[in-house]
């Protein structure tokens, strides 16, 4: 059993920055898959970013690709999430998880999620 909790989420204006990470115990860290997915009030869970095992492919969402970079540390067993050039619609809270399969976009072959972490940006 994995265990995932996110953090660094808070409230920024718009075009700032936040780093979310996500800290996991419980598993074989390096073994997963690991993705970030939102979800806004309102809406339906959606995809954000996704990396390997090995932290060398990464894949990310039309709306976040080239101001959000996704990355992790094997030997403290923590994912990141480093978000530029923030928007309005970027509000969402922010979830991390964990695949036994590869890195995937569909959050219906993640086996273990996190609890999320709420991002504000303000206008």
């Known amino acids: 059993q994995v265990q995932l909790v996110e953090s660094g989420g808070g409230l920024v204006q718009a075009g700032g920055s936040l780093r979310l990470s996500c800290a996991a115990s419980?598993?074989?860290?390096?073994?997963?898959?690991m993705g970030w997915f939102r979800q806004a009030a309102g809406k339906e869970r959606e995809f954000v970013a996704a990396?390997?095992?090995?932290?060398?492919?990464?894949y990310y969402a039309d709306s976040v690709e080239g101001r959000f970079t996704i990355s992790r540390d094997n030997a403290r067993n923590t994912v990141n999430l480093q978000m530029n050039s923030l928007k309005p619609e970027d509000t969402a809270v922010y979830s991390c998880?964990?695949?036994?399969?590869?890195?995937?976009?569909?959050?219906?072959?993640?086996?273990?999620w996190g609890q999320g972490t709420q991002v504000t940006v303000s206008s």
């Open positions: 998880a964990a695949t036994v399969r590869g890195y995937t976009t569909t959050a219906n072959l993640y086996n273990y």
């Open positions: 990396i390997s095992w090995s932290g060398v492919s990464t």
């Open positions: 419980g598993g074989t860290f390096s073994s997963y898959g």
